[in-house]
């Protein structure tokens, strides 16, 4: 059983009116609840800054300190369609500024639909040696708050980096049914997953981008 741990409503570059520190307490009494609960990982999802991650992040940590073991979690980024977060990072320097905390996976939820993934999902693949997971919304609402995407056209969308060999985990964000869930896991029944790449050896910087130092 997965714990989902939101964004919250503030996002220190976005919003502002919330500290490093008040941020890392909220999540800190997410996860010590989901974890008492019973939850088997954490999903720090539907993420749009960086440092409210960072802030989740330590909040596990110190979670996983207490409870005397490493807590797993997923971290799940939203990407807008102008290419980065809400706090302005690519996919690319997302993952460089948080693969220090070696998730279980890094990935992608909610959004427009897995069309405007194609490109940030392909990325993340190439980069990280850590799972990648992706669970879309069935598209984009429509104007009576309907989402558009069937069962069929969901599933055969995310077949598309099935078959490219791209996630270790899917599944469906806002807008999906049991009815999307079980076409997805039907696609994939005969599929395999994601082989991880090497580890890479080189020094990456980032900000809102990344700079990758020579071999």
Known sequence: MAGSIGPTTKAITVTGGVTFEELREAYYIQAKGLVEGGVDLLLVETSQDTRNIKAALLAIQKLSTEVGQQVPFVVSVTIEPMGSMLAGQTIEAMWAS?????????????????????????????????????YPNAGLPDEEGKYLETPTSLAAQLEKFVDHGWLNIVGGCCGTTEQHIRAIVQMVETKKPRQRPAEQHRAIYSGIETIRSGR
Do not use: W, Y
């Open 98 to 134: 948080l693969r220090f905390a070696k998730p279980l996976a890094f990935g992608m939820n909610c959004a427009t639909g897995p069309e405007f993934m194609t490109d940030h999902i392909r990325t993340l693949s190439q980069l990280t040696g850590e799972f990648v997971s992706c």
